[in-house]
């Protein structure tokens, strides 16, 4: 374990290293300069870069191989899971470094395809769990579990694929509309309606280390403009309310 401290903060810290089997590889948190991952609503576990003091011939070195699972646990819970994507050893003067980054097993999504498939007559989150099934958990390292699924209360007349996982169930989250989904820590693949709850408080002084708020207003849309066939134009006004 490792310990990140400053001031008052203290976090016991675990970096492991898992095979293509999942049996663990090594702990890694001995040798860990500096980590940060990613949570996004859309997606669940994002990117996840770290560098490692070790040289380029190690024995550790060696275990970073593609796909190999990278695996963060604070507190002792799980908090981050992703697979080996790119691996960047680095020479600063006498100090050899290797810089790694893992992504989130949402991005397996991405190498399955749905193949010219059609679904008639379905729940929008039942789609979801059958392309899982069907296409993705048996080639990439996704798990499937139906409470992770929740109705959308949508059923499509018809919806057609022709493209990966990932894309496909992308866009049946823009029609199901709120929804979050994508991989979590124990890779499994989740698909539920948005929760705006407030599920864990962060004090500024005693849990931060820094904090650097940023305000960005480029996305605003304020105005729609809607042409069609025939002639057809209307105006849309946006008001700034987050609904």
Same mark, same amino acid.
């Given at each position: ?14 970096? %492991? ?32 870069? /770290?560098?490692?003091?070790?040289? /380029? ?23 981050? =899971?992703? /697979?080996?994507? +790119? ?14 980054? #893992? ?7 991405? +190498?399955?395809?749905? %193949? ?12 979801? %769990? ?10 990439? $390292?996704?798990?499937?579990? #139906? ?25 049946? #989250?823009?029609?199901?509309?709120? %929804? ?11 698909? $539920? ?5 407030? $599920? ?10 820094? /904090? ?16 069609? =066939? ?10 700034? +309310?987050?609904?």
């Amino acid at each position: 374990y490792r310990y990140f401290t400053d001031k008052d903060i203290t976090l016991n810290v675990s970096i %492991r290293v898992a095979d293509n089997d999942d049996n663990l590889a090594a702990y890694i948190d001995n040798k860990v300069e500096s980590i940060s991952w990613e949570w996004d609503r859309i997606g669940g576990c994002g990117a996840c870069q /770290f560098r490692l003091a070790t040289n /380029f011939d190690s024995t550790l070195a060696g275990l970073l191989k593609e796909d190999y699972s990278v695996r963060a646990y604070v507190e002792g819970t799980l908090w981050y =899971s992703g /697979f080996i994507d +790119r691996v960047s050893p680095s020479v600063t003067g006498n100090d050899e470094t290797i810089s790694v980054l #893992a992504l989130g097993y949402v991005n397996q999504l991405k +190498r399955v395809i749905v %193949r010219k498939k059609e679904y008639i007559g379905q729940e929008l989150s039942t789609i979801v %769990r059958n392309i899982a099934e069907v296409y993705a958990t048996a080639y990439t $390292k996704i798990i499937s579990s #139906a409470s992770n699924y929740e109705d959308s209360g949508f059923t499509a007349d018809s919806v057609y694929f022709d493209e990966s996982a990932y894309e496909a169930i992308y866009k049946l #989250a823009d029609i199901a509309g709120k %929804r979050e989904w994508g991989v979590d820590a124990n890779k499994n693949l989740f698909f $539920k309606r948005r929760d705006d709850a407030v $599920k864990f408080y962060f004090n500024i002084k005693q849990d931060f280390v820094s /904090f650097q708020p940023i305000k960005d207003f480029n996305p605003i849309v304020t105005k729609i403009y809607l042409e069609g =066939s025939d002639g057809y134009s209307q105006d849309f006004s946006v008001t700034n +309310r987050i609904t």
